[in-house]
Protein backbone atom coordinates (compact mmCIF):
# COMPACT_ATOMS: atom_id res chain seq x y z
CA UNK A 1 0.00 0.00 0.00
CA UNK A 2 2.07 2.33 1.05
CA UNK A 3 4.86 1.42 -1.90
CA UNK A 4 1.92 1.83 -4.38
CA UNK A 5 1.57 5.51 -2.64
CA UNK A 6 4.73 6.51 -3.12
CA UNK A 7 5.02 4.88 -6.89
CA UNK A 8 2.09 7.24 -7.76
CA UNK A 9 3.43 9.84 -6.50
CA UNK A 10 7.22 9.25 -7.98
CA UNK A 11 5.81 8.69 -11.44
CA UNK A 12 4.20 12.14 -11.39
CA UNK A 13 7.03 13.99 -9.67
CA UNK A 14 10.15 11.98 -9.51
CA UNK A 15 11.19 12.56 -5.88
CA UNK A 16 13.44 9.54 -5.81
CA UNK A 17 16.63 11.50 -6.91
CA UNK A 18 15.75 13.52 -3.85
CA UNK A 19 16.33 11.58 -1.56
CA UNK A 20 19.09 9.51 -2.92
CA UNK A 21 21.32 12.76 -3.28
CA UNK A 22 20.71 12.84 0.40
CA UNK A 23 20.76 9.50 1.26
CA UNK A 24 22.75 7.78 -0.93
CA UNK A 25 26.72 8.40 -0.14
CA UNK A 26 29.67 6.29 0.56
CA UNK A 27 30.87 5.72 4.34
CA UNK A 28 34.54 5.27 4.46
CA UNK A 29 35.58 2.51 6.33
CA UNK A 30 37.51 4.59 8.99
CA UNK A 31 34.28 6.49 10.12
CA UNK A 32 31.96 3.29 10.62
CA UNK A 33 32.47 1.98 14.01
CA UNK A 34 31.62 -1.20 12.84
CA UNK A 35 34.99 -1.76 12.08
CA UNK A 36 36.86 -0.12 14.43
CA UNK A 37 34.91 0.85 17.26
CA UNK A 38 36.95 3.90 18.00
CA UNK A 39 35.69 5.53 15.11
CA UNK A 40 32.28 6.06 17.31
CA UNK A 41 34.04 9.70 17.53
CA UNK A 42 32.69 10.52 14.29
CA UNK A 43 29.31 10.23 15.61
CA UNK A 44 29.54 13.51 17.92
CA UNK A 45 28.32 15.72 14.74
CA UNK A 46 25.36 13.36 14.18
CA UNK A 47 24.26 14.08 17.62
CA UNK A 48 25.15 17.38 18.19
CA UNK A 49 22.02 17.59 15.29
CA UNK A 50 20.07 15.22 16.97
CA UNK A 51 20.05 16.82 20.48
CA UNK A 52 19.18 20.47 18.22
CA UNK A 53 16.43 18.52 16.65
CA UNK A 54 15.03 17.81 20.36
CA UNK A 55 15.79 21.37 21.36
CA UNK A 56 13.68 22.52 18.90
CA UNK A 57 10.90 20.36 19.22
CA UNK A 58 10.51 20.42 22.98
CA UNK A 59 11.13 24.28 22.76
CA UNK A 60 8.17 24.73 20.32
CA UNK A 61 5.98 23.00 22.68
CA UNK A 62 6.78 24.46 25.37
CA UNK A 63 5.95 28.11 23.91
CA UNK A 64 2.36 26.38 23.66
CA UNK A 65 2.60 27.48 27.51
CA UNK A 66 5.22 29.87 28.11
CA UNK A 67 4.52 33.68 27.92
CA UNK A 68 7.17 36.40 28.25
CA UNK A 69 5.91 38.55 30.51
CA UNK A 70 7.27 39.51 33.77
CA UNK A 71 4.10 38.73 35.79
CA UNK A 72 3.21 36.01 34.31
CA UNK A 73 6.41 34.19 32.73
CA UNK A 74 7.45 32.20 36.37
CA UNK A 75 3.82 31.22 37.09
CA UNK A 76 3.12 29.73 32.87
CA UNK A 77 6.32 27.93 33.52
CA UNK A 78 5.24 26.86 36.81
CA UNK A 79 2.13 25.74 35.25
CA UNK A 80 3.14 23.72 32.25
CA UNK A 81 5.65 21.81 34.57
CA UNK A 82 3.70 20.85 37.59
CA UNK A 83 -0.44 20.85 35.95
CA UNK A 84 -0.06 20.18 31.82
CA UNK A 85 0.80 16.30 31.03
CA UNK A 86 4.21 14.98 30.76
CA UNK A 87 5.24 19.25 31.42
CA UNK A 88 7.92 17.62 33.49
CA UNK A 89 9.35 15.57 31.18
CA UNK A 90 9.20 17.85 28.35
CA UNK A 91 10.59 21.00 30.37
CA UNK A 92 13.55 18.61 31.79
CA UNK A 93 14.49 17.51 28.14
CA UNK A 94 14.96 21.36 26.99
CA UNK A 95 16.40 22.12 30.09
CA UNK A 96 18.68 19.11 30.02
CA UNK A 97 19.32 18.66 26.26
CA UNK A 98 20.20 22.39 26.72
CA UNK A 99 23.60 21.11 28.42
CA UNK A 100 23.84 17.89 25.86
CA UNK A 101 23.87 20.42 22.83
CA UNK A 102 26.98 21.98 24.14
CA UNK A 103 28.69 18.70 25.50
CA UNK A 104 28.00 17.09 21.84
CA UNK A 105 29.10 20.32 20.00
CA UNK A 106 32.78 20.22 21.92
CA UNK A 107 33.46 16.73 21.26
CA UNK A 108 32.11 16.87 18.43
CA UNK A 109 34.85 20.07 18.15
CA UNK A 110 37.32 17.85 19.75
CA UNK A 111 37.04 15.01 17.21
CA UNK A 112 37.77 17.40 14.40
CA UNK A 113 40.57 19.16 16.00
CA UNK A 114 42.51 15.92 16.78
CA UNK A 115 41.57 13.87 13.13
CA UNK A 116 43.14 17.47 11.49
CA UNK A 117 39.98 17.90 10.09
CA UNK A 118 39.65 21.77 9.47
CA UNK A 119 42.69 22.06 6.85
CA UNK A 120 42.48 22.41 3.77
CA UNK A 121 40.16 22.47 2.50
CA UNK A 122 37.63 22.72 4.89
CA UNK A 123 38.34 25.76 6.93
CA UNK A 124 34.92 27.46 5.75
CA UNK A 125 33.64 24.39 7.70
CA UNK A 126 35.69 25.08 10.96
CA UNK A 127 34.80 28.46 10.79
CA UNK A 128 30.91 27.70 10.54
CA UNK A 129 31.22 25.60 12.82
CA UNK A 130 32.25 27.92 15.41
CA UNK A 131 29.72 30.27 14.70
CA UNK A 132 27.50 27.46 15.27
CA UNK A 133 29.21 27.46 18.67
CA UNK A 134 28.66 30.82 19.28
CA UNK A 135 24.89 30.86 18.23
CA UNK A 136 24.16 27.84 20.48
CA UNK A 137 26.11 29.37 23.67
CA UNK A 138 23.45 32.39 22.60
CA UNK A 139 20.48 30.30 22.96
CA UNK A 140 21.76 28.63 26.17
CA UNK A 141 22.39 32.48 27.46
CA UNK A 142 19.02 34.05 26.25
CA UNK A 143 16.74 30.29 26.94
CA UNK A 144 18.29 30.58 30.82
CA UNK A 145 16.47 34.18 31.51
CA UNK A 146 13.24 32.94 30.31
CA UNK A 147 11.91 31.05 33.30
CA UNK A 148 12.01 34.40 35.16
CA UNK A 149 13.13 33.27 38.63
CA UNK A 150 16.45 34.18 40.55
CA UNK A 151 18.99 31.88 39.34
CA UNK A 152 17.57 33.44 35.44
CA UNK A 153 17.87 37.09 36.93
CA UNK A 154 21.06 37.11 38.38
CA UNK A 155 22.60 34.98 35.76
CA UNK A 156 21.85 36.96 33.16
CA UNK A 157 23.03 40.18 35.29
CA UNK A 158 26.59 38.53 35.14
CA UNK A 159 26.19 38.21 31.31
CA UNK A 160 25.30 41.81 31.40
CA UNK A 161 28.38 42.82 33.37
CA UNK A 162 30.88 40.84 31.01
CA UNK A 163 29.39 42.47 28.00
CA UNK A 164 29.93 45.99 29.93
CA UNK A 165 33.60 44.41 29.75
CA UNK A 166 34.41 45.07 26.22
CA UNK A 167 36.30 48.12 25.54
CA UNK A 168 34.10 51.41 24.39
CA UNK A 169 31.12 50.03 23.16
CA UNK A 170 30.37 47.96 26.43
CA UNK A 171 27.68 50.02 27.83
CA UNK A 172 25.86 50.23 24.80
CA UNK A 173 26.36 46.71 24.14
CA UNK A 174 24.54 46.31 27.77
CA UNK A 175 22.10 47.74 27.30
CA UNK A 176 21.21 46.90 23.62
CA UNK A 177 21.20 43.20 24.76
CA UNK A 178 18.62 44.00 27.75
CA UNK A 179 16.92 46.46 26.44
CA UNK A 180 17.33 49.66 28.65
CA UNK A 181 19.17 50.29 31.67
CA UNK A 182 18.14 47.13 34.24
CA UNK A 183 16.93 43.89 34.09
CA UNK A 184 12.91 43.66 33.13
CA UNK A 185 9.97 43.40 31.06
CA UNK A 186 11.91 44.66 27.78
CA UNK A 187 14.89 41.79 28.78
CA UNK A 188 12.71 39.34 28.46
CA UNK A 189 10.60 40.28 25.64
CA UNK A 190 13.44 41.02 23.67
CA UNK A 191 15.41 37.44 25.16
CA UNK A 192 12.22 35.51 24.59
CA UNK A 193 12.93 36.90 20.26
CA UNK A 194 16.04 35.98 20.14
CA UNK A 195 15.81 32.37 21.48
CA UNK A 196 12.93 31.47 19.93
CA UNK A 197 13.07 33.36 16.22
CA UNK A 198 16.59 34.91 15.34
CA UNK A 199 18.96 32.18 16.93
CA UNK A 200 17.23 28.90 15.64
CA UNK A 201 16.73 30.80 12.76
CA UNK A 202 20.36 31.20 12.00
CA UNK A 203 21.13 28.26 13.23
CA UNK A 204 19.15 26.25 11.07
CA UNK A 205 20.95 28.55 8.01
CA UNK A 206 24.57 27.64 9.47
CA UNK A 207 23.57 23.83 9.75
CA UNK A 208 22.40 23.76 6.11
CA UNK A 209 25.44 25.29 4.82
CA UNK A 210 27.66 23.06 7.21
CA UNK A 211 26.15 19.99 5.58
CA UNK A 212 26.21 20.98 2.40
CA UNK A 213 29.84 21.60 2.10
CA UNK A 214 30.07 18.42 4.28
CA UNK A 215 28.43 16.24 1.20
CA UNK A 216 30.34 18.79 -1.06
CA UNK A 217 33.77 17.93 0.49
CA UNK A 218 33.00 14.40 1.62
CA UNK A 219 34.78 13.01 5.11
CA UNK A 220 38.41 13.54 5.50
CA UNK A 221 40.45 10.76 5.13
CA UNK A 222 41.74 8.66 7.92
CA UNK A 223 44.63 9.78 10.12
CA UNK B 1 20.82 -19.70 -0.12
CA UNK B 2 19.29 -16.25 -0.03
CA UNK B 3 16.33 -18.06 -1.24
CA UNK B 4 16.19 -20.73 1.45
CA UNK B 5 14.88 -17.47 3.57
CA UNK B 6 11.54 -15.74 4.02
CA UNK B 7 12.94 -12.43 4.85
CA UNK B 8 16.28 -11.95 3.03
CA UNK B 9 19.20 -9.85 5.16
CA UNK B 10 18.64 -6.61 3.34
CA UNK B 11 14.85 -6.83 4.53
CA UNK B 12 15.55 -7.50 8.19
CA UNK B 13 17.94 -5.28 8.79
CA UNK B 14 15.18 -2.72 7.27
CA UNK B 15 12.88 -3.66 9.19
CA UNK B 16 15.03 -4.14 12.53
CA UNK B 17 16.27 -0.26 11.74
CA UNK B 18 13.16 1.29 10.96
CA UNK B 19 11.47 -0.78 13.80
CA UNK B 20 14.20 1.01 16.26
CA UNK B 21 14.41 4.39 15.01
CA UNK B 22 10.22 4.29 15.28
CA UNK B 23 10.54 3.48 18.73
CA UNK B 24 13.20 6.14 20.06
CA UNK B 25 11.48 8.90 17.52
CA UNK B 26 7.90 7.78 19.64
CA UNK B 27 9.86 7.93 22.70
CA UNK B 28 11.03 11.39 21.81
CA UNK B 29 7.63 12.55 20.14
CA UNK B 30 5.02 10.99 22.22
CA UNK B 31 5.30 13.12 25.43
CA UNK B 32 5.67 16.25 23.88
CA UNK B 33 2.48 15.78 21.55
CA UNK B 34 0.80 14.53 24.88
CA UNK B 35 1.92 18.01 26.35
CA UNK B 36 0.67 19.81 23.26
CA UNK B 37 -2.84 18.16 23.23
CA UNK B 38 -3.51 18.00 27.31
CA UNK B 39 -5.92 20.88 27.20
CA UNK B 40 -8.63 18.88 25.07
CA UNK B 41 -7.73 16.02 27.74
CA UNK B 42 -8.10 18.06 30.97
CA UNK B 43 -11.09 17.12 32.77
CA UNK B 44 -13.66 19.51 31.95
CA UNK B 45 -13.47 22.46 35.05
CA UNK B 46 -16.70 22.24 37.46
CA UNK B 47 -19.35 24.29 36.07
CA UNK B 48 -19.93 25.99 39.42
CA UNK B 49 -23.67 28.18 39.45
CA UNK B 50 -23.23 31.73 39.63
CA UNK B 51 -26.09 34.02 41.70
CA UNK B 52 -27.13 36.34 39.12
CA UNK B 53 -30.37 37.96 40.09
CA UNK B 54 -33.51 38.37 42.91
CA UNK B 55 -36.35 36.27 41.01
CA UNK B 56 -38.27 39.59 42.26
CA UNK B 57 -36.70 42.16 39.77
CA UNK B 58 -37.61 39.69 36.84
CA UNK B 59 -41.05 40.23 35.00
CA UNK B 60 -41.35 38.84 31.47
CA UNK B 61 -40.10 41.51 29.88
CA UNK B 62 -36.55 40.04 28.87
CA UNK B 63 -33.86 42.02 31.07
CA UNK B 64 -30.03 42.43 30.94
CA UNK B 65 -27.89 41.40 34.16
CA UNK B 66 -24.26 40.80 34.38
CA UNK B 67 -22.90 37.43 34.88
CA UNK B 68 -19.79 37.68 37.25
CA UNK B 69 -17.29 34.55 37.68
CA UNK B 70 -13.55 33.30 37.74
CA UNK B 71 -12.42 31.80 34.55
CA UNK B 72 -9.23 29.10 34.63
CA UNK B 73 -6.76 30.02 32.44
CA UNK B 74 -4.11 27.87 33.90
CA UNK B 75 -1.76 30.29 35.49
CA UNK B 76 -4.01 33.09 35.23
CA UNK B 77 -7.75 33.66 37.03
CA UNK B 78 -9.68 36.05 34.48
CA UNK B 79 -13.13 37.74 36.67
CA UNK B 80 -15.05 37.67 33.46
CA UNK B 81 -18.50 39.39 33.14
CA UNK B 82 -21.18 38.20 30.80
CA UNK B 83 -24.52 39.75 29.89
CA UNK B 84 -27.05 37.22 30.26
CA UNK B 85 -30.59 37.98 29.01
CA UNK B 86 -33.40 36.82 31.26
CA UNK B 87 -36.95 37.09 31.99
CA UNK B 88 -40.33 34.77 33.51
CA UNK B 89 -42.40 32.86 31.39
CA UNK B 90 -45.27 31.88 33.93
CA UNK B 91 -43.58 30.26 36.36
CA UNK B 92 -40.59 29.57 34.36
CA UNK B 93 -36.66 31.34 35.00
CA UNK B 94 -35.56 31.94 30.96
CA UNK B 95 -31.99 32.69 30.88
CA UNK B 96 -30.56 33.28 27.17
CA UNK B 97 -27.29 33.83 25.70
CA UNK B 98 -26.78 37.23 23.68
CA UNK B 99 -24.87 35.52 21.16
CA UNK B 100 -26.44 35.66 18.18
CA UNK B 101 -26.62 31.76 16.57
CA UNK B 102 -26.14 33.55 13.21
CA UNK B 103 -22.12 35.08 13.07
CA UNK B 104 -21.84 35.70 17.04
CA UNK B 105 -22.77 39.07 17.20
CA UNK B 106 -24.43 40.65 20.34
CA UNK B 107 -28.60 40.92 20.50
CA UNK B 108 -30.48 43.02 22.39
CA UNK B 109 -34.24 43.28 23.47
CA UNK B 110 -36.40 45.38 21.54
CA UNK B 111 -34.05 47.48 19.44
CA UNK B 112 -35.35 47.06 16.04
CA UNK B 113 -38.69 50.17 16.40
CA UNK B 114 -40.51 47.55 13.98
CA UNK B 115 -40.11 44.76 16.34
CA UNK B 116 -39.92 45.97 19.71
CA UNK B 117 -41.26 42.36 21.17
CA UNK B 118 -38.09 40.41 19.90
CA UNK B 119 -34.29 40.42 20.14
CA UNK B 120 -32.67 41.89 17.24
CA UNK B 121 -29.21 41.46 16.13
CA UNK B 122 -27.57 44.67 14.03
CA UNK B 123 -25.26 42.61 12.26
CA UNK B 124 -27.42 41.32 9.18
CA UNK B 125 -30.99 42.08 11.28
CA UNK B 126 -31.48 38.75 12.91
CA UNK B 127 -34.69 38.39 15.33
CA UNK B 128 -35.72 36.21 17.70
CA UNK B 129 -39.04 35.49 19.44
CA UNK B 130 -39.29 36.57 23.71
CA UNK B 131 -38.43 32.52 24.65
CA UNK B 132 -35.51 32.83 22.12
CA UNK B 133 -36.54 31.08 18.75
CA UNK B 134 -35.51 32.22 15.68
CA UNK B 135 -37.73 34.12 13.30
CA UNK B 136 -38.01 32.42 10.11
CA UNK B 137 -36.65 34.43 6.80
CA UNK B 138 -33.93 36.00 8.78
CA UNK B 139 -30.32 34.95 9.32
CA UNK B 140 -29.83 32.84 11.96
CA UNK B 141 -30.87 28.92 12.25
CA UNK B 142 -31.57 27.80 15.53
CA UNK B 143 -32.86 29.81 18.45
CA UNK B 144 -30.77 31.79 21.29
CA UNK B 145 -28.61 29.51 23.57
CA UNK B 146 -29.81 29.14 26.88
CA UNK B 147 -28.19 28.96 30.59
CA UNK B 148 -29.05 26.64 32.96
CA UNK B 149 -31.05 27.73 36.32
CA UNK B 150 -31.79 27.33 39.83
CA UNK B 151 -34.07 29.39 41.80
CA UNK B 152 -32.19 29.12 45.66
CA UNK B 153 -33.55 31.32 48.52
CA UNK B 154 -35.14 33.78 46.00
CA UNK B 155 -31.96 33.93 44.24
CA UNK B 156 -31.74 33.12 40.31
CA UNK B 157 -28.00 30.94 39.98
CA UNK B 158 -26.73 30.25 36.56
CA UNK B 159 -24.39 27.75 34.81
CA UNK B 160 -21.67 29.62 32.75
CA UNK B 161 -22.34 27.52 29.71
CA UNK B 162 -25.24 27.60 27.61
CA UNK B 163 -26.35 25.06 25.97
CA UNK B 164 -28.44 24.74 22.08
CA UNK B 165 -32.06 24.77 22.57
CA UNK B 166 -34.60 22.75 21.06
C1 LIG C 1 20.13 24.58 20.54
C2 LIG C 1 18.97 25.08 20.81
C3 LIG C 1 18.48 25.58 22.18
C4 LIG C 1 19.11 25.68 23.40
C5 LIG C 1 20.56 25.33 23.73
C6 LIG C 1 18.13 26.21 24.35
C7 LIG C 1 18.38 26.48 25.71
C8 LIG C 1 17.43 26.86 26.65
C9 LIG C 1 17.64 26.99 28.07
C10 LIG C 1 18.98 26.81 28.80
C11 LIG C 1 16.46 27.33 28.65
C12 LIG C 1 16.16 27.52 30.15
C13 LIG C 1 15.51 26.22 30.63
C14 LIG C 1 15.42 26.09 32.12
O1 LIG C 1 16.15 26.80 32.84
O2 LIG C 1 14.64 25.22 32.55
C15 LIG C 1 15.47 27.45 27.60
C16 LIG C 1 14.13 27.79 27.81
C17 LIG C 1 13.19 27.92 26.78
N1 LIG C 1 13.39 27.70 25.43
FE1 LIG C 1 15.15 27.06 24.58
N2 LIG C 1 16.94 26.41 23.69
C18 LIG C 1 17.11 26.06 22.37
C19 LIG C 1 16.16 26.13 21.36
C20 LIG C 1 14.85 26.61 21.53
C21 LIG C 1 13.87 26.77 20.45
C22 LIG C 1 14.16 26.47 18.99
C23 LIG C 1 12.70 27.25 21.03
C24 LIG C 1 11.35 27.60 20.41
C25 LIG C 1 11.02 27.57 19.17
C26 LIG C 1 12.93 27.36 22.47
C27 LIG C 1 11.98 27.79 23.40
C28 LIG C 1 12.21 27.93 24.77
C29 LIG C 1 11.19 28.34 25.72
C30 LIG C 1 9.73 28.70 25.40
C31 LIG C 1 11.82 28.34 26.99
C32 LIG C 1 11.16 28.74 28.34
C33 LIG C 1 10.54 27.55 29.06
C34 LIG C 1 11.42 26.99 30.16
O3 LIG C 1 12.23 27.75 30.71
O4 LIG C 1 11.28 25.80 30.46
N3 LIG C 1 14.25 26.97 22.72
N4 LIG C 1 16.09 27.15 26.38
S1 LIG D 1 -24.65 37.70 13.37
FE1 LIG D 1 -26.64 38.13 14.06
S2 LIG D 1 -27.71 38.18 12.21
FE2 LIG D 1 -25.73 37.71 11.52
Known sequence: ?223 | MEKDHNVSRRQFLTYALLGTGGFMAAGVIMPMVRFGVDPILQADAEDDMVDVAAVDDLTDVPQAFDMEYEQDHGWHVEQVTETVWIHMEGDEVVALSPTCTHLGCTVNWGTDPDNPEQFFCPCHFGRFERDGTNVQGTPPTEPLHRYEHEVRDGRVFLGTNPSPQI
Open chain 1, 1 to 223: MLQRIYDWIDDRVDVTPLWRDVADHEVPEHVNPGHHFSAFVYCFGGLTFFTVVIQILSGMFLTMYYVPDIVNAHASVEYLQSDVAFGMIVRGMHHWGASVVIVMVFLHTLRVFFTGSYKKPREINWVVGVLLFFIILGLGFTGYLLPWDMKAYFATQVGLEIAETVPVVGDLLSNLLAGGEFIGAQTLTRFFAIHVFFLPGALLGLIAIHFIMIRRQGISGPL
